[in-house]
């Protein structure tokens, strides 16, 4: 399995970015997926999850209202719409894979066994 993550850039605090990745495989639609984020001198921190329908999110409360996870299986990707930006957005973007199974509430990382690469996303004041 291989993703790859891309959308990220340089973005004025207020404004919006997407995010994308693109999944490799035939089996994208049975797995729930994730975004995670890393900023400088931080741990990762979760951002959104999606179950493989798409029909469940959840959400960190910080992005919460601002930030829209969402998949099209046809096409083995998944989106993170970031909007209303803030400069404690800033991080490198990770997107992963995760279990089959959807449950409520913030996921562990070690849940999710694939990783993307991660994009940049910088946000200017």
């Known amino acids: 399995v291989q993703l790859q993550a891309f959308g990220g850039g340089l973005v004025q605090a207020g404004g919006s970015l997407r995010l994308s990745c693109a999944a490799s495989?035939?089996?994208?639609?049975?797995?729930?997926m994730g975004w995670f984020r890393q900023a400088p001198g931080k741990e990762r921190e979760f951002v959104a999850t999606i179950s493989w329908s798409g029909d469940n999110t959840y959400y960190a409360d910080s992005v919460k209202g601002r930030f829209t996870i969402s998949r099209d299986n046809a096409k083995n990707t998944v989106y993170l719409q970031m909007n209303s930006l803030k400069s404690e957005d800033a991080a490198v973007y990770y997107c992963?894979?995760?279990?089959?199974?959807?449950?409520?509430?913030?996921?562990?990382?070690?849940?999710?066994?694939?990783w993307g690469q991660g994009t940049l996303v910088t946000v200017s004041s």
């Open positions: 495989g035939r089996t994208f639609s049975s797995y729930v």
């Open positions: 992963a894979r995760g279990p089959k199974y959807w449950r409520v509430g913030e996921p562990a990382s070690n849940e999710f066994r694939y």
